[in-house]
């Protein structure tokens, strides 16, 4: 098969051959950038939250004084331990996937401006929190009694506390956690510990790397860690034991109000969480699917024209001995060249497309796999939706072809 004949013939119907090439670039452009942020976005959907979520569910109650957070707190505790089929309760600042209270920025020394490690979730909890939270420890120690320690304002003064491993190994890479030192503004701390997973509360802000930078921090209760239970069931019991937890408050604590929003089981409040994210990817395959499907229909439109308008040329090569594979190659070569034209412009729309998205959106950089992925995928397309017109045009008959000549 000479390659000049056909490129003779595309230079003959130039504007449609460039139509045809640019709608294949914006595909490509679209495709590689949509499918990147289809990924990005599944991946923050399955973070790993690092906790028992069947099990777990959480109780917020507000329109308190400060003053009066030990009493409402023990009134809470005491109830709310009472119900049947209630394993534990305990207190919390704050859950995966739920409100976020405890947000701040770290440094390794005392000067917060600088060696700055960046902005984490300090997870206030009260003895017991550790082990109803289901967390896993991968290295130094659990927290004891004599760990926890009253909160100021924010979080304890000078508290030893756990870290995730995403936390540690972007704090301290290729070194052991154990013992490193971080303030926060004039506050302390130590590691003492390292969990597997522990997300913070709204890990889709911060992205994929930063989705797991939270610091366990074991708090006496009272002062800023009051009015957020985290209650343990089985999780068959789990829905009920919440229902009966949420019509208990009035009675426990009339002076409160419940959260009803974000008295949730933490399976609960996941999915709420992650609602856009799941809408965002069937979006965004629509965008993908209605993109690959005007494409298709391009090629196919452009080559039964062109098959139409070459039925003459056709019927006399078929007349010199031209076969049906000839013919049907002919149009296929013809495509992937048009195809390739138009992947090599794609592929630069792609990353300029993913500049901009960086620029204005903060999202990374678009791997370059997804370059040859996309050309795979619009290379078949192309030779998928010419192969009909291909064979229509490779089964006309020479007499037919040539009867007007």
Known sequence: MQIRPILAALRRHRLATLLIAMEIALACAVLCNACFLVVQRWKLIQTQSGVDENSLAVLTVNGFEPTQAADVNARMLVGLRAIPGMQAVTLINQVPFGPQTGAAGISRDADSFKNTIGVVDFVLAEPGTFQVLGLKLVEGRMPQADDYRPATNFAPMDAQVLVSRALAEHAWPGESPIGKEFWCDKLHFRVMGVVDHFARAHPREWGAQAAEWTVFTPTLPGGSLAGTYLLRASPADLPRVLRTARDAV???????????????????????????????????????????????????????????????QIGVRRALGATRGDILRY??????????????????????????????????????????????????????????????????????ATRSV
């Open 331 to 400: 149009f296929q070569t013809e495509n992937f060249l048009i195809v390739t034209g138009g992947i090599l412009l794609g592929m630069l729309l792609a990353f300029a497309l993913n500049l901009a998205l960086m620029t204005h959106y903060e999202l990374p950089r678009l791997p370059f796999y997804y370059l040859p992925i996309g050309a795979l995928v619009l290379w078949g397309l192309g030779q998928l939706a010419v192969l009909g017109p291909a064979l229509r045009a490779a089964a006309v008959p020479p007499v037919v």
């Open 250 to 312: 009035a009675k426990i604590a009339p002076d409160v109000v419940l959260d009803q929003e974000n008295s949730q089981t933490i399976t609960d409040l996941r999915t709420d969480y992650f609602k856009s994210d799941r809408i965002m990817i069937d979006l965004l395959i629509g965008v993908i699917v209605t993109m690959l499907g005007v494409t298709a229909l391009g090629i196919v439109g452009l080559a039964s024209f062109w098959v139409q308008q070459r039925r003459r």
